[in-house]
C-alpha cells in the first residue's frame, strides 16, 4: 500500500471562535460586576465543576476541596442542608429545563460570621457528553446580608431609644405637672387656680401623648 492521495477540507470557524470569546468575556464580566460564579453539578457522580470565586465563598484555598461537592455540602449549615438537597432532587425528577432555586447559609471553620449564598440554576444535558446537570451561578449575598442584619439591629435600638426617650419625657412633665399642683393648693384666687390648672392639664394631655 502507498499513499495516493491526501485530501483535505476547509472550514473558516473564525465567527465561532470569536462567539466563544465573546461569549467567555461577557461571562467574565457578568461574574466581575454581581459577585456570581457559574458551575456545572452531576449529582449521580458528585462532580462538581465551578469557578474559584465559589471555593473562595466556602472558605476553600485553589485546589484545597477537589473535583465532588461534597466539601461544599459538608460546609453548609446542617438545617439548611436538607431544604437544598430536596430542591436539586425536585429539579432533577422535572427534568431538562427545570429551575432550581434555593438560598443557604455556610460556616467557614475558622471564621465566626456565617457566609449567606444564593443559587439559581437550570437542569440541562450538558452538550459534551449529554448527561443531565445542574447548571447555574453562585451569588454571594454576604456582605449584603450583613448589613441588613446591622440596619436590623440599628433600626431596634433607635426604637428603643424612642421608647426610653418617651418614657422619661412623660415621667419629667408629670413631675411638671405635680409641682403646679402645690401653688394652685396654696392659692386663694380663684383664676390663678384656674389658670394652673389649665397649665397642668396641658402639660398632662403632652405627657399622654409622650406615652
Not at 455556610?106 to 439559581?120: E, K, N
Not at 454571594?140 to 448589613?147: A, M, R, V
Not at 428603643?160 to 409641682?179: C, D
Amino acid at each position: 500500500d502507498r499513499l495516493v492521495a491526501i485530501v483535505q477540507q476547509s472550514e473558516d470557524i473564525t465567527v465561532q471562535i470569536r462567539q466563544r470569546r465573546l461569549m467567555e468575556t461577557v461571562r467574565q464580566s457578568a461574574e466581575a460586576v454581581s459577585g456570581m460564579s457559574f458551575f456545572s453539578y452531576d449529582p449521580a457522580t458528585d462532580r462538581f465543576t465551578r469557578g474559584g470565586e465559589i471555593d473562595a465563598m466556602f472558605g476553600f484555598e485553589p485546589d484545597e476541596a477537589g473535583p465532588m461537592a461534597a466539601p461544599f455540602f459538608a460546609r453548609i449549615v446542617p438545617e439548611d442542608l436538607p431544604a437544598v438537597h430536596q430542591e436539586v432532587e425536585r429539579a432533577f425528577a422535572s427534568g431538562a429545563g427545570t429551575s432550581a432555586s434555593y438560598d443557604y447559609r455556610v460556616a467557614i471553620p475558622y471564621d465566626p460570621r456565617l457566609r449567606y449564598i444564593r443559587v439559581r440554576a437550570g437542569v440541562e444535558r450538558d452538550p459534551k457528553d449529554g448527561i443531565l446537570k445542574l447548571f447555574g451561578a453562585f451569588i454571594d449575598l454576604t456582605d449584603l446580608e450583613h448589613s441588613r442584619q446591622q440596619l436590623r439591629e440599628l433600626s431596634e435600638r433607635n426604637a428603643a431609644l424612642v421608647v426610653e426617650s418617651n418614657h422619661r419625657i412623660k415621667n419629667s412633665l408629670a413631675i411638671a405637672s405635680a409641682m403646679l399642683s402645690y401653688p394652685m393648693q396654696a392659692s386663694d384666687d380663684p383664676v390663678v387656680r384656674q389658670t394652673l390648672a389649665a397649665a397642668s392639664t396641658r402639660i398632662m394631655a403632652i405627657a399622654d401623648v409622650h406615652g
